[in-house]
């Protein structure tokens, strides 16, 4: 087993990582467009039309909305989950393990993970929680009720207050889960790894780890909007920010740029697999 108190090498995980990203970029557009396929079908059935229908906050609910916002949960949210698995597998094991014949495993680790997604979920609102108490107990307590209220009124009020407490939250958050990634990780490829477990192996490695997410995942998300941009110029058209139902073409263009909307998560799934194997989680393949 490796030394717990090795760090992390930034440079051999981000070039782990991006070679994994380039070798098995043709996996990566199976899984994408797998991802996509359930959300494409039923857009095209026009079973979300009462769900993306535009209508003011007055209007009744239209007939069909519940139904059509369960089927936008479980081919987005919920279908998600295993093709994050397929992506951590594909980085992993490589192509070769990918899938197999029983998928009840699939299954199971999706719901492992997703429980382990819910527990990430519970901290950051815990952090949001405690983080809106104490500013709000500093302002009491210093008497600063009415300067800070005259400089939120500067600063675009509930906005602003939204940004910086969700960028505070969240920054600590993914510090969190850069923890405890390995454990996630190992869950995916059926083995097992405790929180704590991969909370020591990686306890000298966060800033590495974070700096090392940042140089992969700034890049293919700026990459990732460029592609989309560009795609959208070249058409003519606007198919996120238009404030209108989607149509059937908006649906296949959706498909199509598939493999560059979820490159963000592709490559995030490739780092923890870096991270996964630099760290120690290789070599700890029970909990400890």
Not at 12 to 36: E, G, P, V
Not at 118 to 128: C, D, M, N
Not at 188 to 209: A, D, P
């Amino acid at each position: 087993m490796k030394d717990d108190n090795a760090i992390l090498c930034l440079k051999t995980s981000l070039k782990d990582a991006y070679s994994s990203l380039w070798r098995y970029k043709r996996n990566h557009i199976l899984i994408s467009y797998m991802a996509f396929l359930p959300f494409t079908f039923f857009g095209l059935l026009g079973l979300f039309d009462p769900f993306f229908l535009p209508r003011s906050s007055d209007q009744l609910v239209p007939t069909g909305y519940n139904l059509s916002f369960m089927l936008y949960i479980i081919t987005t949210y919920l279908w998600s989950i295993p093709c994050i698995i397929l992506w951590y597998r594909l980085y992993m094991l490589g192509p070769e393990h990918l899938l197999r014949r029983k998928i009840w495993p699939i299954l199971t680790r999706s719901y492992v993970l997703m429980s382990k997604v819910l527990f990430l979920i519970g901290v950051f609102a815990i952090l949001a929680i405690l983080l809106i108490t104490a500013l709000a107990m500093l302002i009491s307590y210093l008497n600063l009720d009415s300067s800070v209220s005259d400089f939120l009124e500067l600063t675009d009020t509930e906005f602003t207050r939204f940004i910086m407490i969700t960028f505070v939250v969240g920054f600590i958050t993914y510090i969190f889960f850069l923890r405890f990634s390995l454990a996630i990780s190992a869950r995916t490829i059926g083995k097992k790894i405790g929180f704590m477990t991969s909370w020591r192996l990686t306890e000298r490695s966060t800033f590495r780890m974070f700096l090392s997410f940042m140089a992969i995942f700034v890049p293919t998300v700026f990459l990732s909007l460029l592609t989309v941009y560009v795609y959208q110029w070249l058409l003519g058209i606007d198919l996120f920010y238009s404030g209108q139902m989607l149509s059937t073409m908006s649906y296949i263009h959706i498909f199509i740029l598939a493999p560059a909307i979820t490159l963000p998560l592709s490559a995030t799934c490739s780092q923890c697999a870096a991270f996964y194997r630099h760290c120690g989680g290789e070599a700890c393949d029970i909990d400890q």
